[in-house]
T-cell receptor
C-alpha cells in the first residue's frame, strides 16, 4: 500500500504557481520523498526528491515540513504542458531491497 | 539525460504465445525494474535486478520471468501469455548507490487476444 495521500485533483491557472500537497504521516526517518509525474501514454517522469531539507531544481521546488509528515511540490510558473498526474512517493526499503510504491496520484489541470 | 528505451510502444499477441519485452538503458545503471500499470491499480512491481544475472521478485511475479545477461538490457518474458496480462508495461533503471531516482521508459502497451 502507498504510504502517501494526495487529493485526487487540482486546477491551476497558467502562469501561476501550482502547490501540490502530499501527506506521509508514517514516513520513517531514513525514507525519502519522491515526486514523479505522468503525462498520458508516457512513462512516469522524475521531478525531484528530498529527505528533510527543501530542494529545488530546474523543474520544481520541494518543501518538506519539519516533522516530515507532509510535503508540497511547487511548480513556480505552471504551463499547459504541466497538466499531468503527479505522484508523491515514499521509497520503501523491504528486505534489503528498494521499491517505489505508486499511489493513485493527483491529476493537475493547468487552465489557460 | 538518462535514456531508457523499450523496444515496442504497442504490441498485440495471442493467448498462449511466449512474449518478450525488451528494455535498454544507456547510463550504466546497476538497477533495473519492470512494472505494470493498470487503471485503478497504479504501478505494480513485477521483477527487478541489481546486477547482471541477478533478479528479485517484486509484488506480482506470477506468470512472468526476466533475463539480465548484459548490464544495459533487462528483458521481461511472458511464458504463456494470458488475457489478464493485457496492460501497460514500464521499465525503469537507477544507480545503485545512494538514494537515486528511477528513470522510466515510455512503456509498452501490450494486448493479449
Amino acid at each position: 500500500d502507498a504510504k502517501t495521500t494526495q487529493p485526487p485533483s487540482m486546477d491551476c491557472a497558467e502562469g501561476r504557481a501550482a502547490n501540490l500537497p502530499c501527506n506521509h504521516s508514517t514516513i520513517s526517518g531514513n525514507e525519502y520523498v519522491y515526486w514523479y509525474r505522468q503525462i498520458h501514454s508516457q512513462g512516469p517522469q522524475y521531478i525531484i526528491h528530498g529527505l528533510k531539507n527543501n530542494e529545488t531544481n530546474e523543474m520544481a521546488s520541494l518543501i518538506i515540513t519539519e516533522d516530515r509528515k507532509s510535503s508540497t511540490l511547487i511548480l513556480p510558473h505552471a504551463t499547459l504542458r504541466d497538466t499531468a498526474v503527479y505522484y508523491c512517493i515514499v521509497r520503501v526499503t523491504q528486505g534489503g531491497s528498494e521499491k517505489l510504491v505508486f499511489g493513485k496520484g493527483m491529476k493537475l489541470t493547468v487552465n489557460p | 539525460d538518462v535514456k531508457v528505451t523499450q523496444s515496442s510502444r504497442y504490441l498485440v499477441k495471442r493467448t498462449g504465445e511466449k512474449v518478450f519485452l525488451e528494455c535498454v538503458q544507456d547510463m550504466d545503471h546497476e538497477n533495473m525494474f519492470w512494472y505494470r500499470q493498470d487503471p485503478g491499480l497504479g504501478l505494480r512491481l513485477i521483477y527487478f535486478s541489481y546486477d547482471v544475472k541477478m533478479k528479485e521478485k517484486g509484488d506480482i511475479p506470477e506468470g512472468y520471468s526476466v533475463s539480465r545477461e548484459k548490464k544495459e538490457r533487462f528483458s521481461l518474458i511472458l511464458e504463456s501469455a494470458s488475457t489478464n496480462q493485457t496492460s501497460m508495461y514500464l521499465c525503469a533503471s537507477s544507480l545503485r548507490v545512494g538514494n537515486q531516482p528511477q528513470h522510466f521508459g515510455d512503456g509498452t502497451r501490450l494486448s493479449i487476444l
